[in-house]
C-alpha cells in the first residue's frame, strides 16, 4: 500500500497524486498515440466511438454520479448538440466555430431544463428529463425545415481551415483530443469550488445547504455544464454517424448512456472511461454471441435491448459501485494480502422511513 | 356530439392509463420504490391472456382468473428475486433496476410469443350502444367499469382490512412495522404480486383497443405522467391523472397540429410538475431533517 506523505495543501488537489499515476498515465497517452498506426480502421473507428461516447458519459457522470441528479433524457442533450452542430455547418460556419456554438447552445437549454429541476428531486426529476427527452424526439421529427423530420439530415465532412478530419485516422484524433480537454476540463471543475458543492449536494443536500451552498444555482450550473458535454460529444457523433434521423436519439440511447455510467461505476471519471469501453464494444461480444448460440436464439429481434436490460440488472444487484468499484476492491485485496477482508468494502444498509407525512 | 364523443373515448383512454398508474402507485406506496416496468407487466399480462384465450381456447371466464393468477405468481417472483436484494438501496437504483427490468421482459416477450401484432378474442369485442348519435363501444364501456370496480376493491381493501393498513405501516416506516410484527417482507410479495394482477387486468381491458405486441408496455411512460400528475402515492390521483392525460390527448389530436398528441401527456406533466410538483392529491411533503 502506497502513503503519500503530504507536505503541502495543494497536493489534496493536485492532479496526480504521485510518480507512478504519472508514469502509468503516461503509458495510456503513448499507446493511445501508436494506435492509429497500428490498428485496421475498423477498431480506429470503435475506439472514436468509445471516445465519444465517453465525453458524453463526463456529462452524464457529474450530474448523476457527482451531483446525484438523476436523468433519463440525456439523448435530448445528445441530438440538440448533432443537430445544431450540422445545421451551423450547413449554413457554411467552420468546424470549430460551430461545434462551439452547439456546445453552448446545449448548456444553455440544459440550463433552462435545470431550473424546474429545481424543485424536484429523485424520480420526479428522471421522469421530467425523460419528458423532456420524448418532447424533443416529437420536436426532430415534426420540425422539417430545421431537422429534416424522418427524411434526416445529412452531416458536411469535418474539417479545421484547409486540414481535412474526415477519415478515421484524422477523426480518432480529434475525438481523443476533444475526450483529453474534456477529461482535464471535468476534473478542474471537480476539484474548483463548484465541483465540491456539487459533490456535497449529492451527499445530503441539507447539510449543502447549511454549510452555504446555493442549491439552484449549483443545481442549474450542474445541469448545464453535464448538457454542454454531453452536445459536444453530439456534434462529433454527428461526424461519426453522418446522416442524422430522430430514431439514432431514442429512449434507449438514454438508458444507453445511463448504463455507461452505472456498469463503469457511479461517481468516478474512470468509471466513465470503463463504461464508455463497454458500451462501444458491447454490440461486438453480442454478435460474436450471436455466432456462437444456437440459430433459435441468436435470431431473436430485440436481443440486445434485453441483454443491455440483463447487465443493468445484473450490475445493481452485485457490484453497484461497477467495474471502477469492483478495480478498487481486487487492488486493496493485493494491497493489503493477506488481510483482505469482504467487509472492508461492505456496504451500509440503510431502512426506509417515508417522505410522505400522514 | 363530437365533444362528447371524444370525451368517451379520452375516458376509456385515461382509464387505461388510470390502471397502470394504480399499480404504479400500489408498488410506491407500500413499498416507496418506482417500477418502471409496470407497462411491460402490462403487456406481459396481454399476452398470457392472449395464450388462455386464443391458443388454449379457454373460456374467458377461465381466463381471466387464470390470467391474474399467472402475473400475481410473476410479481411475487420479481420481486423475491430481483427487488428483495435492493431493499435498502438507494430509490434510484430500484428504478434503473426496473428499467432493466422492463428490456428484459420486452425481448423475453418477443422471444415466446414474436413481434407481430396480435389481437384478443374476447366475447364482448365489437359491439356498440347507440344513444341518440353517441357510439360507445363495449370495450370502452367495460374499461370504465372494470376501473370503476378494481378501485373500488382497492379503496376498501387498504381502508379496512387488517392486510391493508400492515400495508401502508410497512411503506411509513419500514423498521416500526417490522417491530409491531408485520411481515415487511411477505408484504411488498404481496404488493407485487396485486400490482402485477391489476397490470394484467389493465392489459385484457386494453387489449381491444391497441393490439398486443411487445411494445405496448411503453404507454407505462404516459401512465406514469398520469401518476404524478395525480399526485404519486394517491390511488383517486392515479385514475384522476389518467382521466385528465387520456381526455386531453383525444382533444389535442383533433384540434392542434399533428404531434402534439403524442407529447401532450408529457407537456402536461412538465408544466404541473412546475406549478404543482406534488400533484393534485399531494401526499408529498418536504422531507424535514
Not at chain 1, 441468436?298 to 434485453?306: F, Y
Not at chain 1, 472492508?344 to 407525512?357: C, I
Not at chain 2, 391458443?55 to 393468477?69: D, R
Request: charge should be positive; include cysteine; glycine fraction near 12%.
Amino acid at each position: 500500500m502506497r502513503f503519500i506523505r503530504k507536505t503541502h495543501y495543494k497536493q489534496d488537489i493536485q492532479l496526480f497524486k504521485h510518480e507512478g499515476q504519472v508514469f502509468w498515465y503516461g503509458l495510456l497517452a503513448a499507446g493511445l498515440l501508436a494506435a492509429p498506426f497500428l490498428l485496421s480502421d475498423f477498431y480506429l473507428g470503435e475506439l472514436s466511438l468509445v471516445f465519444i461516447y465517453a465525453i458524453a458519459g463526463i456529462g452524464l457522470m457529474l450530474l448523476t454520479g457527482y451531483t446525484g441528479l438523476v436523468s433519463l433524457g440525456h439523448a435530448a442533450f445528445l441530438a440538440i448538440g448533432a443537430y445544431t452542430h450540422a445545421y451551423f455547418l450547413a449554413q457554411g460556419w467552420p468546424f470549430l466555430l460551430s461545434a462551439t456554438t452547439a456546445t453552448l447552445f446545449t448548456a444553455l437549454i440544459g440550463g433552462i431544463v435545470g431550473i424546474p429541476a429545481l424543485r424536484m428531486t429523485g424520480i420526479y426529476l428522471a421522469v421530467a428529463t425523460l419528458a423532456f427527452a420524448i418532447i424533443v424526439e416529437q420536436v426532430l421529427v415534426h420540425w422539417e425545415s430545421v431537422t429534416g423530420g424522418f427524411r434526416g439530415m445529412a452531416v458536411e465532412l469535418p474539417a479545421i481551415g484547409a486540414l481535412a478530419l474526415d477519415g478515421s485516422f484524422n477523426f480518432y484524433f480529434l475525438c481523443l483530443a476533444v475526450l483529453v480537454v474534456s477529461l482535464w476540463l471535468a476534473l478542474n471543475l471537480l476539484r474548483s469550488p463548484t465541483g465540491r458543492a456539487m459533490t456535497a449536494i449529492r451527499d445530503s443536500e441539507i447539510s449543502a445547504q447549511s454549510m452555504g451552498i446555493h442549491l439552484a444555482y449549483t443545481k442549474t450550473t450542474a445541469f448545464a455544464i453535464s448538457a454542454g458535454f454531453t452536445g459536444l460529444a453530439g456534434s462529433l457523433l454527428a461526424h461519426k454517424i453522418g446522416y442524422l434521423a430522430p430514431d439514432s436519439f431514442t429512449l434507449l440511447t438514454s438508458i444507453q448512456l445511463l448504463l455507461m455510467v452505472v456498469v463503469g461505476g457511479l461517481g468516478s471519471l474512470h468509471g466513465v472511461i470503463y463504461g464508455a469501453i463497454f458500451i462501444g464494444f458491447l454490440p461486438q461480444g453480442i454478435a460474436v454471441l450471436r455466432d456462437t448460440l444456437p440459430s433459435g436464439i441468436a435470431q431473436i429481434p430485440g436481443l440486445e435491448p434485453g441483454i443491455f436490460g440483463l447487465i443493468l440488472v445484473l450490475v445493481l444487484i452485485y457490484e453497484p459501485l461497477g467495474i471502477y468499484g469492483r478495480w478498487l476492491k481486487i487492488r486493496s485485496y493485493f494491497e493489503a494480502f493477506p488481510l483482505y477482508r469482504k467487509a472492508m468494502h461492505k456496504r451500509q444498509r440503510s431502512y426506509l422511513r417515508t417522505e410522505r407525512l400522514r | 356530439m363530437e365533444v362528447l364523443q371524444l370525451l368517451v373515448s379520452g375516458i376509456s383512454q385515461g382509464c387505461v392509463y388510470g390502471l397502470i398508474a394504480l399499480g404504479f402507485v400500489l408498488i410506491y406506496k407500500a413499498t416507496e420504490m418506482v417500477n418502471f416496468a409496470q407497462g411491460d407487466l402490462m403487456m406481459l399480462g396481454a399476452f398470457f391472456a392472449y395464450t388462455y384465450l386464443n391458443l388454449m381456447e379457454l373460456h374467458f371466464l377461465v381466463a381471466l382468473p387464470l390470467t391474474i393468477f399467472t402475473m400475481a405468481i410473476l410479481g411475487a417472483f420479481t420481486e423475491r428475486v430481483m427487488i428483495r436484494p435492493m431493499i435498502g438501496e438507494p430509490h434510484f437504483s430500484v428504478l434503473m433496476l426496473t428499467i432493466g427490468l422492463g428490456f428484459i421482459l420486452r425481448a423475453a416477450a418477443g422471444a415466446i410469443w414474436g413481434n407481430e401484432p396480435r389481437s384478443l378474442d374476447l366475447p364482448y369485442a365489437g359491439g356498440v350502444i347507440d344513444l341518440g348519435g353517441l357510439i360507445i363501444g363495449y370495450e370502452n364501456l367495460v374499461i370504465v367499469i372494470g376501473t370503476a370496480m378494481l378501485c373500488t376493491l382497492l379503496f376498501l381493501f387498504f381502508r379496512f382490512t387488517r392486510l391493508g393498513i400492515a400495508m401502508q405501516a410497512a411503506s411509513q416506516n419500514q423498521l416500526a412495522a417490522f417491530y409491531v410484527g408485520i411481515p415487511v417482507k411477505r408484504i411488498y410479495s404481496l404488493v407485487w404480486a396485486i400490482s402485477a394482477g391489476i397490470s394484467a387486468v389493465a392489459g385484457i381491458l386494453v387489449a381491444p383497443v391497441s393490439l398486443i405486441d411487445p411494445l405496448i408496455g411503453f404507454i407505462g411512460i404516459k401512465a406514469f405522467a398520469a401518476a404524478i400528475v395525480g399526485g404519486f402515492g394517491s390511488l383517486p390521483g392515479a385514475i384522476v391523472g389518467g382521466l385528465i392525460i387520456g381526455i386531453v390527448e383525444q382533444f389535442a389530436g383533433l384540434y392542434l397540429p399533428t404531434g402534439f398528441s403524442d407529447v401532450s401527456a408529457y407537456v402536461i406533466l412538465l408544466v404541473m410538475l412546475l406549478i404543482r410538483p406534488e400533484g393534485i392529491f399531494a401526499t408529498m411533503q418536504q422531507k424535514k431533517v
